[in-house]
């Protein structure tokens, strides 16, 4: 399994942008599926974003689709969320997760970030 740390959260007002970072720990970790996952307060955790091992194919949430971008290099072990046009529904602690090659779920996730966004 990959360590996973987020970093780059923070508050911003609405419209603002913000990008959250992922650094990724441990072997192999280009055969690693990625994702950023979000928890609001008093919510279910829910899917926002991911992407394959080589970062060709992508994968949004219809919430966050045309406002938000999954990127990854795999030579630094790093996998960002650039995210635009924020709205207060945005608020959520973000977590990074990986997800092994053949598995089913995410199995790796980061302790979050918190993402505040005022109106």
């Known amino acids: 399994q990959v360590q996973l740390v987020e970093s780059g959260g923070g508050s911003v007002q609405a419209g603002g942008s913000l990008r959250l970072s992922c650094a990724a720990s441990g072997r192999n970790f280009s055969s690693y599926s990625m994702g950023w996952f979000r928890q609001a307060p008093g919510k279910e955790r829910e899917f926002v974003a991911a992407?394959?091992?080589?970062?060709?194919?992508?994968y949004y949430a219809d919430s966050v689709r045309g406002r938000f971008t999954i990127s990854r290099d795999n030579g630094k072990n790093t996998v960002d969320l650039q995210m635009n046009s924020l709205k207060p529904e945005d608020t959520a602690v973000y977590y990074c997760?990986?997800?092994?090659?053949?598995?089913?779920?995410?199995?790796?996730w980061g302790q979050g970030t918190q993402v505040t966004v005022s109106s």
């Open positions: 997760a990986a997800r092994r090659a053949g598995e089913r779920e995410f199995g790796s």
């Open positions: 992407t394959a091992w080589s970062g060709y194919m992508t």
